[in-house]
């Protein structure tokens, strides 16, 4: 799994809104959706580094193209 670590909870919803992914609800956790994958991003700062390695391979993205939205 890759990682990617030092990765705020905000900068990582602002990365995936310019993907493509919208807000479907919020709380503890931020659900988000392009219509196909669902993701949940924890609100914690900085998001762990495993945790965020899964999200970005869930989006379908590498971390290369992930660090380029960033």
């Known amino acids: ?4 670590s030092g990765v ?3 900068q990582a919803i602002r990365a995936l ?3 493509g992914f919208r807000i479907i ?3 503890k956790h931020v659900v988000m959706s392009d219509g196909v ?3 949940t991003i ?3 700062n900085p998001v762990h580094a495993i ?5 970005v391979r869930d989006a379908g993205f590498t971390v290369e ?4 939205l960033l």
């Open 51 to 55: 945790t965020m390695g899964g999200i």
């Open 8 to 10: 705020n909870h905000q």
């Open 65 to 68: 193209e992930f660090r380029r």
């Open 42 to 44: 924890p609100r914690h």
């Open 37 to 39: 994958r669902i993701l």
């Open 17 to 19: 809104k310019k993907s």
């Open 1 to 4: 799994m890759p990682k990617l």
């Open 25 to 27: 609800r919020q709380g």
